[in-house]
Nanobody, 123 residues
Framework: VQLQASGGGLVQAGGSLRLSCAAS????????MGWFRQAPGKEREFVGS????????SYADSVKGRFTISRDNAKDTVYLQMNSLKPEDTAVYYC?????????????????WGQGTQVTVSS
């Protein structure tokens, strides 16, 4: 499975962005998907995940209430809607395909990763 993340950019604090992650083939529609991010000098951290049907989501506490994950299996695409962005949200954002239909925050549970898209939030 190949993943292509897009939608990153530069935005002012309080603004919004929507990231997209397109999978190369329908295999991903049977698997959970996740979003992670990595800021300079920091470990890659979990942002959120969505189950294969889209009926279960989980989020890191730092983004809960501001970010929303959704998916369109007909388009093999997962989205990350980011609202009320803060400078501390600045990072490279990665999407990933989980090994099964449900996933959590553990990176080892993901078997394929996209190339990342830069999100920069100015104060």
């Amino acid at each position: 499975v190949q993943l292509q993340a897009s939608g990153g950019g530069l935005v002012q604090a309080g603004g919004s962005l929507r990231l997209s992650c397109a999978a190369s083939r329908r295999t991903a529609s049977n698997n959970a998907m996740g979003w992670f991010r990595q800021a300079p000098g920091k470990e890659r951290e979990f942002v959120g995940s969505i189950s294969w049907r889209g009926d279960r989501t989980s989020y890191a506490d730092s983004v809960k209430g501001r970010f929303t994950i959704s998916r369109d299996n007909a388009k093999d695409t997962v989205y990350l809607q980011m609202n009320s962005l803060k400078p501390e949200d600045t990072a490279v954002y990665y999407c990933a395909v989980a090994a099964g239909p449900y996933s959590g925050s553990d990176r080892s549970g993901y078997r394929a990763w996209g190339q990342g898209t830069q999100v920069t939030v100015s104060s």
